[in-house]
Nanobody
Framework: QVQLVESGGGLVQPGGSLRLSCTAS????????MGWYRQAPGKQRELVAT???????NYADSVKGRFTVSRSDAMNTVYLQMNSLKPEDTAVYYC??????????WGQGTQVTVSS
């Protein structure tokens, strides 16, 4: 079992920055990849960025060049540095982990609001 807890969300003006963190506990050695998804009201949850234990990254086209995902060497923490934030980035951001046997885990989510 893996438990995920996000932090770092909040209110920021357009063009501003936020850094999200997600800490994993439990069977962290079974985690193959971690990442971030987001969901705005009335929209489906969408992939934002992922990173594998080996360090390979993947980004949604909408955030490339603005967001950076990284992880600790132990794969117990994943970060999302968000720069040049836009109102359309407003959503609940969820931490995700894919573990052994393709088992998926989710955090509770953290609200990011980009508004003047």
């Amino acid at each position: 079992q893996v438990q995920l807890v996000e932090s770092g969300g909040g209110l920021v003006q357009p063009g501003g920055s936020l850094r999200l963190s997600c800490t994993a506990s439990g069977s962290v050695f079974t985690i193959d990849s971690m990442g971030w998804y987001r969901q705005a009201p009335g929209k489906q949850r969408e992939l934002v960025a992922t990173i594998t234990r080996g360090g390979a990254t993947n980004y949604a086209d909408s955030v490339k060049g603005r967001f950076t995902v990284s992880r600790s060497d132990a794969m117990n923490t994943v970060y999302l540095q968000m720069n040049s934030l836009k109102p359309e980035d407003t959503a609940v951001y969820y931490c995700n982990a894919i573990a052994r046997y393709q088992r998926g885990y989710w955090g509770q989510g953290t609200q990011v609001t980009v508004s003047s």
